[in-house]
């Protein structure tokens, strides 16, 4: 029996009479993509999470998810969008009751915190109203997390924080919560009540619900737009799985501020069983999937979400950085760092920026880093958002993206988007390349000669009609 999906149609129902979700996503479209709203259900505690999807653009503000598919079994779990059933792979199932729980947390408390300078607004509704551009003074508040005080304590509290005004303007914490300067940005971390009052209801795009997965023409239009989707949401929720081999203490330590770290890996707190949970924290099967590469490197911001635990993309980028500069001494703990594939990923936009990575560069890396995809098509589209255009080794712009294309019509155009005929050099893991496509050896190398021969052919040929055309020019 097939998985439940949101996209089955009755036979009977015509394009025109399904709901406005369900309506295929076409090319004509232009920049239209699907979003998952979590509103505030009144079944938090219910068995299955509920979501609201409805038609959107990338021009919205949204939070894209980056999770591992992994294997759907028949046992996998059921969510409810629009009140249809839906069948969901069990990682995805744990990453929205993550984000569920996060955002019920924050419901729980948005309204305890009275506002003393707007009377029936909240001090979380005031941090929104600020984001969005209207003028609020700022105040000590109310620092206790329970029912707002009297309101002539409250006030006298006030009178002397306007005297103060200027220094309290940086004060570390204001009406029970950060007030850092990134407090609403996009990257701020998820415990705090302030990001979710910036994403109130937070609005997700998830590739496996927004996507027509049996849709192939809608498919291949939405995983062009890919590139365009990540770039364009506010922040990425970067989701990489349950606590396991002590994860929690691994995100602890990288979320140390650089002098604490120093501190902390000077005096020797660095343990090897504590090395042991960063090094298998940036090992985790998430960090080898092919799409991550696409998924991290165009993200705006990003969050590391382990379980109920997360890091930020600067947290995480600097604490990798600075762990390979002090285990210097230490040659062997600092390799095991610098060879994951986590520190691959989140270092290489830090290093080399956009313009480094060709699709000739991006390809070889994922050979030889061995990612991995679901579908044999992803090894090459996954990779064309994120790689700069280069007209001297492979030019992209000659592969469509059409997941109706036999594996092997596909690893064909790849060869022919070949400038130059591929070389002894480029053939090796250009073989390997389609043993992880699926292709045989013998089929991949009757490819390959055969787009050789074509190529050498058509040199002839040109060669032919140029001397040709030199010798009519010379007897005229």
Partial sequence: MPPLTYYTIRADQDEDQLPPAIRPLKEEDGDAIRILTLGEPSSHTSEALSLEMHRSSTSEEYIALSYEWGQSEPDDPIILINNRPVQVRKNLHEAIRQIFKHYSRYLRQRGKFECPHRPGTTVVDEWALEDRGVSVTSFPGDRRRGPVVHARKRIKRVKKALARSQ???????????????????????LEDNCFWAKHDPPRLWIDALCINQSDISEKSFQVGMMGTIFSSAKLVFAWIGLPRDGSDDALRILSMPSERLS??????????????????????????????????????????????????????????????????????????????????????????????????????????????????????????????????????????????????????????????????????????????????????????????????????????????????????
Avoid at 167 to 189: F, I, M, Q
Avoid at 316 to 340: F, V, Y
Avoid at 437 to 451: D, F, I, P
Wanted: proline share 3%; hydrophobic share 40%; net charge neutral.
């Fill in 167 to 189: 220094k309290l303007s940086h004060h570390p914490r204001v009406c029970g919560y950060r007030r850092h300067k990134e407090a609403l940005c996009p990257w701020t971390n």
């Fill in 263 to 476: 501190q902390f890996v000077a005096t020797g707190g660095l343990t090897d069983n504590l090395e042991a949970t960063i090094v298998s924290l940036c090992e985790r099967t998430y960090w080898r999937r092919i799409w991550i590469q696409q998924e991290i490197f165009l993200a705006q911001n990003y969050v590391v979400m382990c379980g109920s635990g997360s890091i930020t993309s600067e947290s995480l980028d600097q604490a990798l950085a600075d762990l390979t500069r002090l285990l210097s001494n230490a040659p062997k703990s600092r390799d095991k760092i610098m060879l994951s594939v986590a520190y691959e990923i989140v270092l290489s936009k830090r290093y080399y920026g956009a313009n480094f990575y060709t699709l000739f560069r991006w390809l070889r890396r994922s050979i030889i880093a061995n990612f991995q995809a679901t579908v044999p098509h992803d090894y090459l589209y996954a990779l064309l958002s994120i790689s700069c255009d280069d007209f001297t080794r492979i030019d992209k712009t000659k592969i469509e993206v059409d997941y109706d294309k036999p594996i092997a019509e596909v690893y064909c155009q790849l060869l022919q988007s070949f400038v130059e005929v591929p070389t002894t050099w480029n053939t090796d893991w250009l073989l390997k390349l389609s043993h992880k496509m699926g292709l045989s050896c013998e089929e991949a190398e009757t490819l390959l000669n055969s787009e050789v021969m074509r190529r050498n052919d058509a040199a002839k040929d040109s060669k032919s009609d140029t001397e040709f055309w030199l010798f009519e020019f010379r007897h005229l």
